[in-house]
């Protein structure tokens, strides 16, 4: 059986691409995921409150953002699988799609959605306080009573963790940068911003070894890289920035990746180096990271392959 149209993952960027391929009456095929990147609905799954995603004045849990996403691509006919796609075939066409559970189908259009994973460290504790106290995304969560006026600690130090670090001292009263070595490895500019900024302190050769509150975060223990001595930071919150996965790995040999292992898109399009599939989402964005952009790029992605397959003369449509 050939497919219109096939979503591979799900999320901001794969719901919404489902949305509006439904509306153009696209027969869609959609593989959520189960549990390669993460749970079907994507990161938003494990996030409490979002705040920063329009139509919500008063925020939204992320759970229950992505619930009102699924529900909507259903209302326009998608037909949602909940099971991780584990080989494709993009050399043949139409390309060949096939899932954990040996559903093998044909798709005339893909459109890739896989998101991409924060990396983290691990810690003891950090499970417990996963949105009460330790994050990956300074903007996604920075404002969160939670750190209001608090002291928070972030780890890294490339570009990204600087500007978390800059980011967050709107919302908390001292920022602690823990960086493993003895210099930052960011831009000159963003270094500068840094060190001339008073709610910013600096710990080099600092690496966190543990977390501990009780509801909440109250302190991490950080090691010192070069003598090993530990001692405490008490902090209401702990940021990662220590980078993203892209879960690209099904398609390392198929599409152009950059040197990070992001899906390549052509200009301002979705479209891949293979005429037929799009990426949408994190998955192509190492910059934003963000609900609305993803989503944003699933609505490009699914405009873009309804005008191609219309151009191809091959789309069915189906009564909604």
């Keep these: 059986m050939v497919e219109n ?22 027969k869609t095929l959609v593989f959520e995921g ?64 096939a899932s954990a559970d040996l559903l093998e189908v044909k798709a005339r259009a893909v459109i890739i959605c896989t998101g991409a994973t924060a990396k983290r460290l691990h810690l003891p504790g950090e499970e417990k306080f996963w949105n009460n106290g330790i994050s990956a995304c300074a903007i996604c969560d920075g404002a969160n009573p939670l750190f209001e006026n608090a002291e928070i600690a972030v780890v890294g130090g490339g570009d990204s963790a600087v500007e978390e ?17 003895v210099r930052l490895r960011a831009s000159k500019t963003m270094q500068e911003r840094v060190f001339n900024h008073t709610q910013i302190h600096i710990h080099w050769h600092s690496s966190p070894i543990s977390a501990h509150g009780d509801k ?51 200009g301002k399009s979705t479209a891949t180096n293979i005429p037929g599939i799009w990426a949408a989402g994190d998955v192509q964005d190492r910059v934003y990271r963000q609900a609305i952009t993803a989503a944003g790029t699933g609505c490009m992605a699914a405009l873009e ?11 069915v449509t189906f009564a909604v």
């Design 5 to 26: 149209l096939v979503i591979i993952g799900s999320g901001p960027a794969g719901y919404t691409a489902a949305i509006y391929a439904g509306r153009a009456q696209l």
């Design 34 to 97: 189960f549990c390669v990147g993460g749970i079907p609905g994507g990161q938003l799954m494990t996030t409490t409150e979002v705040e920063n995603y329009p139509g919500f004045s008063e925020g939204v849990q992320g759970p229950k953002l992505m619930q009102q996403m699924r529900q909507q691509a259903l209302r326009w006919g998608a037909m949602l699988i909940t099971d991780d796609v584990i080989a494709v075939d993009f050399t043949q066409y139409p390309f060949a799609i």
């Design 165 to 181: 670090a800059l980011y967050l001292t709107k919302y908390a009263r001292k920022v602690h940068l823990l960086v493993r070595s």
């Design 216 to 266: 909440v975060l109250r302190r991490v223990q950080i090691r010192n890289t070069q003598t090993g001595a530990v001692s405490n930071l008490p902090v209401g919150g702990l940021f990662y920035a220590i980078g993203h996965t892209p879960n690209t790995q099904l398609f390392q040999d198929q599409l152009e990746l950059d040197e990070a292992g992001y899906i390549k898109t052509q």
């Design 305 to 315: 392959a309804e005008r191609w397959l219309s151009e191809q003369r091959s789309f």
